[in-house]
């Protein structure tokens, strides 16, 4: 069975990074674009960043821009979000979801984690 898991995330303080992970299940994740949407509380997911399965290029909203960086592990059937200078906007439900594209919308993609919980707070 196809399946998505984030693991990596936790509470951090302003300035601070965190790693978070995307690990594949029952099918090889390097053929699939994956994104990663984040979801705080009382606001709508949104794409912050996907890479795609299309020679690794990748693609951030411009508030994550210059401190999150995208990375595959294909040995490890992962994807990375390295997440430096966090900020308290930052702070958010965290999730990873892969298709044949990348997209801006959750409806585009077929596969997802269960979320990864990011906290920013001094």
């Known amino acids: 069975q196809a399946q998505l898991v984030e693991s990596g995330g936790d509470l951090v303080h302003p300035g601070g990074s965190l790693r978070l992970s995307c690990a594949a299940s029952?099918?090889?994740?390097?053929?699939?674009?994956v994104a990663w949407f984040r979801q705080a509380p009382g606001k709508e997911r949104e794409d912050i960043a996907c890479?795609?399965?299309?020679?690794?290029?990748?693609f951030y909203i411009d508030a994550v821009k210059g401190r999150f960086t995208l990375s595959r592990d294909n040995a490890k059937n992962l994807v990375y979000l390295q997440m430096n200078s966090l900020q308290p906007e930052d702070t958010a439900v965290y999730y990873c979801?892969?298709?044949?594209?990348?997209?801006?919308?959750?409806?585009?993609?077929?596969?997802w984690g269960q979320g990864t919980q990011v906290t920013v707070s001094s």
């Open positions: 029952g099918f090889t994740l390097r053929n699939y674009a």
């Open positions: 979801a892969a298709d044949a594209f990348c997209g801006s919308l959750p409806s585009e993609f077929d596969y």
């Open positions: 890479i795609s399965n299309r020679n690794d290029n990748s």
